[in-house]
Structure formats: C-alpha cells, structure tokens
C-alpha cells in the first residue's frame, strides 16, 4: 500500500493540532495577562463583564444590563435609560460598533475576546463621544469637546494650577508628587506656547487638582478600586479629579501591587483634557482612554501633539522627535508569531513527507 495516505493522515492531524493552539490572533486575546490579571481581581469593578464573552446579538445573558450601563456611561448609548434589560439588541450592537471604530478595534459588532478585553481595562472617566464632529479635522484620530473649547488667554499664555489643601494622598510625598505633576506638565508646554506654573492659591487657580473617593459632588462619582482612574474637565474649568481608591504609584519597582496605576501616565492624559482634548482613537497616544495596571503611557505621541497644537499653536522650539513615532511592535510581534505556526507547519508537511518518501 502507497506511503501517501499515511502521510495525508498525519499531515490533516497536524493541521488540526495547529488550529487548536493559542497562536491564532484571537486565540492569543484569551491568554493576555490581562484576563487573568481581571480574574484575580475580585474588586475590578468591570471583571463582571468576562461571562459576557462571546454573547451574541438575539441573546439574553444576565449582566448584559449593565455592559448598557457602562456604553451609556460612556456616550455610547445615547438616551438615558434605567431599565436596560438583559437582552442583547440592536442598540447594544450599534453601541459594540461604534464602541469598536472609537476604540480601534477590530469593527465586529461582536462582544469578541478583544473587545471584551479594552472594556474591562481601567480607563478614563470621561466620556468618549463628546468631540467636535464639525472640526476640521475628522480624518486625524485626537478629537475635541463640543464647540472646541480652549483656555482663550492673551499669548504667551501662563496657567496656574494648585493641589487641593484637603484631598490629597498620603503614602507619595508631596514633594514627590509636585515633580510628577511637573514633568506631566513639562511635555504639554513642550509641543504648545502655554506655561504652567504651581502656585498655593487653590481657589484662585486655574487649574485644580485632587484625590477624591466615590461622589465627591461634580455628578462623576469614582467607583473604588480600578474601574475610572480618573477625570478633568474641558477648558476653562480647570477641575482635575483622580480616584482616591487607586494604587497610585510613582516607580513600579518600589509598588509591587498587581492593581497599581502610574500617576505620571495618568496626570499627563488628564492634562490633555484640561487643554481641550477629547479622546483618541490611536492606541499608543496618551489621549487613548484606557491604560492598563502596572504600565507607563507618559510620552506624547505625533496624534497628541498634532491635536493639541491645532487648538494652541506650536511652541517655537518644539522638535520632532523619534519617541513621537507610533509603536506598531506590538502589532508587528503578533503578525510574526502567527506565521512562524504557519512555518512550522508547512517545514512539517515537507519533513513528513520526505520521511515517507
Ligand atoms: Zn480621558
Ligand atoms: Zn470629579
């Protein structure tokens, strides 16, 4: 009997064994640390949403009223409604969508793994959909609050900010948190012709900060450990508000908690808003509105400068720099991992069939 049916046999088993492994794109989601980073957090307060994975339109999961709750949170469900049901209709699927497009995700209408995943990521408290559709710049990906609203001060422009006297944490020096603040500051002035100065005159300065727990009385309560990390308002209100609850961390080196949150990262987005930014749909920007436990995101990317330079003008001695380039590695590993499966398997087809030969 020919060698070559055998060898068809274990060429189809080898293929099949290759679609079951986790190399596959989507597969590769399942196993982000992510997920199970969300499964040890049992106060997450969007880990809920895992059992919501895969759920497709038509169905009824528990829990699906909530997933509303939060597209409605986030400008994706348009009318107020106190009574979202369970059942995935068509509005949570216009909501997945545009959800999918605003976020730069695969657009599937599907509550696929990745989607899943950026939902359930601590992100921003402001709302995604509150840009300027009659900006002139719709192709770019940073985006504007309603009317573009900037802080309309006579060139060169200086704006004070102060630390709240009363709400503030304890375990980051005060000392240590100013310089943060400083170098946050720093990167906006660099790229526009705006300074920022600290001074201690909280009530009078333009720009206010503090640490607030749960309803601290501006209609966006905080919601404990990650969830929201934090919120600031569009120009000129200057109100800049960050979650208490967090693990609010200077060095990842010295805060070993699975939960801490780069303050840098967070002040440096926060201060976007501040200027007149509204999200942004390119991931590695600092305007993107999530960002995960335990990472840095505090370099300006061309989306951030080119966005906020459009509302102030470019600072004379602004530089592009190659830092300002976007980082498609990560894009570029999965790619590269998804063909060597595919490598592996056709230098197996040929030694398969050279043994039967
Ligand atoms: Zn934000
Ligand atoms: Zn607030």
């Given at each position: 009997m020919s060698p070559f049916p055998n060898c068809l046999y274990f060429t189809f088993a080898l293929f099949l064994l290759l679609l079951s492994l986790p190399s596959f794109p989507a597969r590769i989601l399942q196993q982000d640390p992510l997920t199970e980073l969300a499964a040890d957090?049992?106060?997450?307060?969007?880990?809920?949403?895992?059992?919501?994975?895969?759920?497709?339109?038509?169905s009824q999961v528990t829990g699906m009223s909530e997933l509303k709750k939060y597209f409605q949170r986030f400008g994706y469900m348009p009318i107020p409604d106190?009574?979202?049901?369970n059942f995935f209709d068509e509005d949570l699927e216009s909501a997945v969508l545009n959800y999918q497009k605003n976020l730069g995700l695969?657009?599937?209408g599907k509550l696929d793994d990745e989607t899943m995943n950026e939902i359930m990521l601590p992100r921003c408290g402001?709302?995604?959909?509150?840009?300027?559709?009659?900006?002139?710049?719709?192709?770019?990906n940073y985006a504007y609050f309603y009317g573009r609203p900037r802080w309309t001060k006579t060139s060169p422009m200086t704006l004070s900010y102060a630390f709240s006297p009363n709400s503030m944490?304890?375990?980051?020096g005060a000392s240590e948190i100013r310089s943060i603040f400083q170098r946050a500051f720093a990167r906006w002035s660099s790229a526009i012709p705006v300074n920022f100065t600290e001074t201690e005159d909280y009530f009078t300065a333009d720009i206010k900060i503090g640490f607030y727990s749960g309803?601290?009385?501006?209609?966006e309560p905080f919601d404990g450990v990650l969830g929201v990390l934090a919120h600031a308002f569009s120009p000129e209100n200057g109100r800049f508000h960050l979650d208490a609850a967090e693990t609010w961390a200077v060095d990842f080196d010295e805060e070993g908690s699975?939960?801490?949150?780069d303050l840098e990262s967070v002040a440096t987005h926060e201060i976007g808003h501040v200027l007149g930014l509204a999200h942004s749909?390119?991931?590695?920007?600092?305007?993107?509105?999530s960002l995960s436990p335990r990472t840095k995101k505090r370099d300006l990317k061309l989306d951030d400068v080119e966005g906020v330079q459009a509302l102030y003008g470019s600072n004379p001695n602004f530089k592009y720099t190659s830092s300002l380039e976007h980082d498609t590695s990560s894009s570029n590993r999965r790619r590269t991992r998804t063909t060597s499966k595919w490598a592996i398997f056709f230098g197996m087809v040929v030694l398969i069939f050279s043994l039967c030969l």
């Open positions: 957090i049992q106060n997450n307060t969007w880990h809920a949403f895992v059992k919501l994975i895969d759920a497709g339109k038509g106190q009574n979202f049901t695969p657009v599937t402001m709302s995604d959909l509150v840009h300027d559709h009659s900006s002139l710049h719709t192709t770019k944490i304890d375990y980051i309803d601290h009385g501006d209609g699975k939960v801490a949150v749909s390119v991931k590695d920007a600092v305007m993107y509105p």
